[in-house]
């Protein structure tokens, strides 16, 4: 009950907030939008939600035991915390309801978040070299060539023998760290594979979305869609992440003729339509708490006499 009252009051500080006559660009720019697109567009960020959960199930597959539903809910919560919570607050949702639902430890689960972020980082930097506008072809090789040998090269380091745990200290420490995140490297399977699927399912919905609200071609609104990401991923944002990410996509929509007040007009009901959808995702996956699997203590014995 506690959690419903804590949705409403929400969602009406939200409404106080919309009814601010300043948000009618927003609702002018949604306008021109089907309901049937905003239900394909929202299904297809659902499915981009199933892919990370079922990248999370491949990694902690030991610990899961096919409880994709529980795996699911965190990546809900888990993505609507980091919309939210700013200065990339959120993300510590992930380790801690892992823990708390799977019994993962923090560091356990943070070497593989660290592990989530390297390759999503990849994977957009290399379709930003792919896709932004005005690039010279020399600079897209360079940069793809770049991002791909450090994604190859990076587990196959922290794979590497060392001896940074000898000695105690900092360097013993700092040691310790990179053999967990040599095992966050290498658990996932298929990790590259539901990372790519689930970006080129991502974007490909955002870039749609936001030529829809520009009126503009798919290959034209694309790489706005791209640059959005690429500045949400930093590693420091503000609340919500509101600023970067539209400043991120006005750049590059600039390059396509696109003015700069129409690239953020449209950057911002796209990041809205986003946030929304994860908020929503997340308050209902909050409302069906999951049952923890932690190792059951072991009964006692019989009493002596």
Same mark, same amino acid.
């Given at each position: 009950?506690?959690?419903?009252?804590?949705?409403?009051?929400?969602?009406?500080?939200?409404?106080?907030?919309?009814?601010?006559?300043?948000?009618?660009? =927003?609702?002018?720019?949604?306008?021109?939008?089907?309901?049937?697109?905003?239900?394909?567009?929202?299904?297809?960020?659902?499915?981009?939600?199933?892919? &990370?959960?079922?990248?999370?199930?491949?990694?902690? &597959?030991?610990?899961?035991?096919?409880?994709?539903?529980?795996?699911?809910? +965190? #990546?809900?919560?888990?993505?609507?915390?980091?919309?939210? =919570?700013?200065?990339?607050?959120?993300? !510590?949702?992930?380790?801690?309801?892992?823990?708390?639902?799977?019994?993962?430890?923090?560091?356990?689960?943070?070497?593989?978040?660290?592990?989530?972020?390297?390759?999503?980082?990849?994977?957009?930097?290399?379709?930003?070299?792919?896709?932004?506008?005005?690039?010279?072809?020399?600079? &897209?090789?360079?940069?793809?060539?770049?991002?791909?040998?450090?994604?190859?090269?990076?587990?196959?380091?922290?794979?590497?023998?060392?001896?940074?745990?000898?000695?105690?200290?900092?360097?013993?420490?700092?040691?310790?760290?990179?053999?967990?995140?040599?095992?966050? !490297? @290498?658990?996932?399977?298929?990790?590259?594979?539901? !990372? #790519?699927?689930?970006?080129?399912?991502?974007? @490909?919905?955002?870039?749609?979305?936001?030529?829809?609200?520009?009126?503009?071609?798919?290959?034209?609104?694309?790489?706005?869609?791209?640059?959005?990401?690429?500045?949400?991923?930093?590693?420091?944002?503000?609340?919500?992440?509101?600023?970067?990410?539209?400043?991120?996509?006005?750049?590059?929509?600039?390059?396509? @003729?696109?003015?700069?007040?129409?690239?953020?007009?449209?950057?911002?009901?796209?990041?809205?339509?986003?946030?929304?959808?994860?908020?929503?995702?997340?308050? +209902?996956?909050?409302?069906?708490?999951?049952?923890?699997?932690?190792?059951?203590?072991?009964?006692?014995?019989?009493?002596?006499?």
């Amino acid at each position: 009950m506690k959690r419903a009252i804590s949705i409403i009051v929400t969602l009406a500080l939200l409404a106080w907030l919309a009814s601010d006559q300043r948000w009618k660009m =927003v609702g002018d720019a949604f306008a021109s939008i089907t309901p049937g697109a905003f239900v394909a567009v929202a299904a297809a960020l659902f499915v981009t939600y199933v892919l &990370r959960a079922l990248r999370v199930c491949d990694e902690f &597959r030991d610990d899961v035991n096919g409880r994709f539903g529980a795996t699911l809910r +965190i #990546i809900l919560i888990h993505n609507a915390m980091i919309n939210i =919570v700013p200065f990339r607050g959120g993300e !510590t949702a992930f380790p801690i309801l892992l823990r708390q639902v799977f019994g993962v430890s923090i560091v356990r689960a943070g070497a593989s978040l660290l592990w989530f972020r390297l390759q999503d980082a990849f994977v957009v930097g290399v379709l930003a070299c792919l896709v932004w506008p005005g690039l010279h072809p020399a600079l &897209r090789v360079a940069g793809i060539a770049a991002l791909i040998a450090a994604a190859w090269y990076l587990p196959r380091w922290a794979r590497a023998p060392h001896n940074w745990t000898a000695g105690g200290g900092i360097v013993s420490k700092f040691g310790k760290l990179r053999d967990i995140f040599t095992e966050a !490297t @290498g658990r996932s399977r298929f990790g590259w594979w539901w !990372t #790519i699927a689930n970006w080129a399912l991502k974007l @490909g919905v955002q870039g749609w979305l936001l030529a829809m609200l520009l009126n503009t071609s798919f290959q034209t609104a694309f790489p706005g869609a791209v640059g959005a990401e690429a500045a949400a991923i930093l590693p420091v944002q503000g609340v919500a992440g509101f600023g970067t990410y539209e400043a991120g996509a006005a750049a590059a929509l600039l390059y396509s @003729g696109i003015a700069m007040k129409d690239g953020l007009q449209a950057a911002l009901a796209l990041h809205l339509f986003i946030l929304c959808s994860a908020v929503a995702t997340g308050a +209902i996956a909050w409302l069906f708490p999951s049952k923890p699997t932690l190792p059951e203590t072991p009964a006692a014995g019989p009493a002596r006499k």
